[in-house]
């Protein structure tokens, strides 16, 4: 049975997810504010944390950095509740973190069944794909890890999603409107400018390696292969 903890000040909200994720056999606890999440979180390890971006003394992107932050609880699942207006937002908990986003208002049937997806993705480690390499740089989605010129690199979940999109579409190029709704899940009316700032960050982490990560001017990036060369 996984253990949902339930983040939000609404307390409506909060107590109508509760009984409906009870219903779908879910063990759950309720938070309506920061750190009272983060001290349940630490008392009783959740498997996913529903966690709304608004609350009255930390934010939910706060929330979520200190949970990437805490050893024990770092490999969480989180699934960030925003409204509609916010998806600048979603893609700064898309930085420090967060696996998945539900916007307000929705359906509560939905809710279960995304957390049900989200944690049969999480569960499926017969189907993981093996580690994927080139030059120096090697990716283990497995383990979550990246590593260049056989040092581990520290990446958000978002670069890592970025980077394993990028190496497992070897040369092709994908357009910046392509990576904000493969990657970031966001509608690609949004300002894709924000993909060139998450595309330098990466850059500057791939040290030797910064050039196999080409801009294709006035279209979007690829990675290419060095021995291609």
Same mark, same amino acid.
């Given at each position: 049975?996984?253990?949902?903890?339930?983040?939000?000040?609404?307390?409506?909200?909060? !107590?109508? #997810?509760?009984?409906?994720? %009870?219903? +779908?056999?879910?063990?759950?606890?309720?938070?309506?504010?920061?750190?009272?999440?983060? +001290?349940?979180? %630490?008392?009783?390890?959740?498997?996913?944390?529903?966690?709304?971006?608004?609350?009255?003394? $930390?934010?939910?992107?706060?929330?979520?950095?200190?949970?990437?932050?805490?050893?024990?609880?770092?490999?969480?699942?989180?699934?960030?509740?925003?409204? *509609?207006?916010?998806?600048?937002?979603?893609i700064r908990g898309?930085? =420090?973190?967060?696996?998945?986003? =539900? &916007?307000?208002?929705?359906? =509560? %049937?939905?809710?279960?069944?995304?957390? *049900?997806? #989200?944690?049969?993705?999480?569960?499926?480690?017969?189907?993981?794909?093996?580690?994927?390499?080139?030059?120096?740089?090697?990716?283990?989605?497995? +383990?979550?890890?990246? @590593?260049?010129?056989?040092?581990?690199?520290?990446?958000?979940?978002?670069?890592?999603?970025?980077? !394993?999109?990028?190496?497992?579409?070897?040369?092709?190029v994908q357009t910046?409107?392509?990576?904000?709704? !493969?990657?970031?899940? $966001?509608?690609?009316?949004? !300002?894709?400018?924000? #993909?060139?700032?998450?595309?330098?960050?990466?850059?500057? *982490? $791939?040290?030797?390696? %910064?050039?196999?990560l080409e801009t =294709?001017?006035?279209?979007? @990036?690829? #990675? &290419?292969?060095?021995?291609?060369?």
């Open positions: 049975m996984a253990h949902v903890l339930i983040v939000d000040d609404e307390r409506d909200l909060a !107590e109508l #997810i509760d009984f409906n994720l %009870r219903g +779908a056999g879910f063990s759950t606890r309720l938070a309506f504010t920061g750190e009272a999440a983060l +001290a349940a979180a %630490r008392e009783q390890s959740p498997d996913v944390v529903l966690l709304d971006l608004m609350l009255p003394d $930390l934010s939910g992107i706060e929330v979520c950095r200190h949970l990437r932050a805490n050893s024990q609880l770092r490999d969480v699942l989180i699934v960030m509740l925003t409204a *509609k207006s916010e998806e600048a937002d979603r898309f930085e =420090v973190g967060a696996d998945d986003y =539900v &916007v307000k208002p929705f359906s =509560v %049937r939905e809710l279960v069944l995304r957390l *049900k997806a #989200i944690l049969r993705r999480s569960t499926a480690p017969n189907d993981s794909p093996p580690p994927l390499a080139l030059g120096p740089l090697r990716l283990d989605v497995t +383990a979550h890890r990246f @590593y260049v010129d056989g040092q581990e690199t520290s990446l958000t979940a978002l670069e890592f999603r970025l980077m !394993e999109h990028l190496m497992a579409r070897l040369g092709r910046r409107e392509q990576l904000l709704e !493969e990657v970031w899940g $966001l509608s690609s009316a949004l !300002e894709t400018r924000t #993909i060139d700032t998450h595309v330098m960050r990466l850059r500057d *982490k $791939l040290g030797s390696a %910064r050039a196999l =294709v001017r006035g279209v979007g @990036y690829r #990675i &290419v292969d060095p021995a291609a060369g």
